[in-house]
Structures are given as C-alpha cells and as structure tokens.
C-alpha cells in the first residue's frame, strides 16, 4: 500500500511539474497568421500586392506560404507564384525569441539549407502576433492576425536519414543531412571504370533506389588504356529548375558514403589546427626564438623548452585529428548481406 501511494505522490509531482514547465506560448501559436501590415495588425496590407501565411502546427513543424503579385502595367516583373517555406519552430523558455531551424521549400528544388534563424516576439495575444528580426528596433515590426488553420502541405524533406547496419538492425546512425555527406559509386565495365563522388542531400529513399538533389558532382572516367578525365559539375542550388540536378541513383551501385558529425568535424579541425601550430613551432619558431642574434650564440635550454611543447601538442593533436575523421560506411540493400561492415538506408 505504501509503494502504491508512493507511486501515487511521484505521478501527480511530475505531472504537476511538467505543467509548470510548459510555455503557454506554445499553444497559443499553434494555428495559421496572416501578415496585416508593419503598422498594427488592424491594418491589412495590400493583398494585391503581398501575400504571406505562416502557420504552426502541434507537432513543432512551421510552414510559411509566401506571394508576391505586382501590377498588370509591370508585365516583366508579375509573379503570382506561391512560395512555401517549411522548417521547425520552437518557442525559448522566457517566451521572447521564435527559433526557427532545418528550413527549406516545399517542393524542395536545390540543395541550399537556409541557417537557422530567429525572430523577436513583440507582443502576442490570441489574435495578434508582432514579431521583429532586430532586438533592438521597435519599429521594423510585422504584425500577424490570426486566421483559420491551412492545411499543411504534403512535404517529403528529412532533415535526418538513418542507416540501419545489416547484421543488427537495431543498431542505427542518424545523418543530419545539412552537416554534409558524400557518395561514392564506382562501376566497371570492359572499356573501363566510372567513379563518382556525389555531394547534396537526398530527397527520397525506396527500396532500390534513392533521389539525390546534387550539390557537387565528380566524376573520373578511366579507360583502363592510359588514358583518363576528370568532370566536377557544381550546381548553383537555387530555385530555378534548370540550375538543380536530381539524380535517381541505384543503391547496388553505391560503394560506400562518407559522413561526419559536426561535432567530430569540430574536433577534427581544432585537431589539424593545433598540429599546423605545433609543427609550425618545432621547425620555425623553436630554432628561431633559441638565437641570441647579439652575440650569435645558441640557447639549446629554450630550443627544447619550445621542443618538448611542440611535439606535446603534436602528440595530442594527431590523434584528435585521425580519430575524428570522416567514418565511411559501406552500403548495401536491405536484406542482401549481413554483415556488421555493411550499412543500409531506412526507407
């Protein structure tokens, strides 16, 4: 009885807590905002001229629908196209800032990850949401009154995709797409052997195949005659059709892929920085610092005061940098092999 009373106390104390805990804005924000005016939000804008809808969603997902229409007599300049926007929103403890991260398009049309951006909440009621990009201006506002929810629109964009090792699936590795990563494909024939090296991010994942939205391209053709050539293509990302490419690459095809956390590339720079320095002072500075340039005389107690501290720092810093580098995983289908070497995509 005294276990289950116990058990009682602890449930409402967490319950009760994780109310406390809860910012109220962020269910207030949940629903659709049409942007009035930069005046007040009894004020509409021009609908004619501007369009803009941001909505939150219960799930912490934004999306923001975006129109520009200029007059008939600016023919060359008329867009009526409606630009949707989608990331994820998160609201800070003192309920002041509006986060906004992994924002992208929708349909996704080039490899370009926007940074992670930020606005200010001025003021926010039910029906009225100011906002500013400057903490300081009170003056460059936007202000957003509240209308019925839209309906999301259907979005395919991960900003996380998963490989799943083959002999234990439940091992996983989650890859954080805007942190970078490559593929490598090589196939062979009887004239020769193609390799490529593949940067972007992926679109879709099915059983046999992914769809690629290329950033950087690389592709080296051998003849297996002496003779080979190398073409870098390098996709500008933006929104226009004709400057993206998307690739539907074959995972049999795929060798392996190359990836780093940004953590691990972190240490891996700070690494090969301290080693530069250290290696820098061993064979520059040390000898340098160790003449006496008056009397041409040498101090061998410096020369090996700076030695013994460059090559500390080179002992530290190379194992940092190799044990931090780049992890490659070998790829493989579903179900193919099982092998703890080999890696393949969660669909």
Known sequence: MKIKSIILVFAFLFAAFDLIGQNPSNSLIIGSWKLASNVSC?????????????????????????????????RYTKNDTVNIEAGSWKISKNGKILKYKDCHEIPTLNYFYKTKSKEYIRNFTDSCLVTSFDSKDNFANSYYKRISLLSPANDNYRPVIFLVNSLDSTKKKAIIQNNGFNLFSKLTKNSGSVTKTISGYINQICDTSISLIVADEDIVIDQHNGFFSRIDNYYSGTAKKDSVSIQTLKIKDLNFLKYNSRTRSTFHDMGSIISVFSVSALLLAAPLVSINYKNGTFNSNRYFSWAYTSMAGIAISLPISILSKEKKYKLTLRNKVKDKKYWYFMD
Request: glycine share 0%; hydrophobic share 25%.
């Open 42 to 74: 009894d004020k509409s804008a021009d609908t004619n001229a501007f369009y803009s809808v941001i909505s939150f969603y219960e799930n912490h997902v934004y999306q923001m629908r975006k129109s520009t229409k200029y007059s008939d007599s600016l």
